[in-house]
């Protein structure tokens, strides 16, 4: 099968309007900030459409920054009302912030190492749990 690169606002404009559908997605992980549990170029997530009561920490989502208006797949840390706390696994120091309005979809499974894990799951809720000992460990968000 021939592989063929989309541009990431064409893309992403698609994905969002399959999830409003009410499709499932998957796509691959591009770039390094949830490492160490996703890598790009190696795993995959699959997403849905989610309402604001999903929304809560430890959720990783695929959002549309409202400052700069780059996607980013990132796990929700913090939630005020309807502002969230967004930073990605491998980010050390950096967060960002996003209205849930400005959410596409949230994660429903995972393809890493080519292998499925549900986020339901307790593969995952266990990597989830890792993740936020960690954070706390190194002085950071959890």
């Not at 989610?50 to 409202?66: A, I, N, Y």
């Not at 307790?122 to 993740?131: D, E, H, P």
Request: with cysteine; glycine share 10%; aromatic share 6%.
């Amino acid at each position: 099968m021939e592989e063929k690169t989309v541009a990431n606002e064409i893309l992403f404009r698609d994905v969002a309007a399959l999830l409003q559908e009410g499709y499932q997605v998957t796509i691959p992980v591009r770039g390094q900030s949830m490492r160490p549990f996703l890598a790009g170029g190696r795993d995959k997530v699959t997403l849905k459409r989610c309402t604001p009561d999903e929304l809560s920490p430890g959720v990783v989502v695929l959002v549309r920054e409202g400052r700069c208006g780059r996607v980013v797949l990132h796990r929700i840390v913090s939630r005020q009302a309807n502002q969230l706390t967004l930073q990605g696994d491998g980010n050390a120091r950096s967060a960002e912030t996003a209205d849930v309005r400005e959410v596409l979809g949230v994660a429903v499974a995972f393809i890493r190492k080519g292998r499925l894990y549900k986020a339901s799951g307790i593969a995952w809720r266990t990597y989830s749990f890792c993740r936020r000992v960690w954070m706390k460990v190194r002085g950071m968000s959890a």
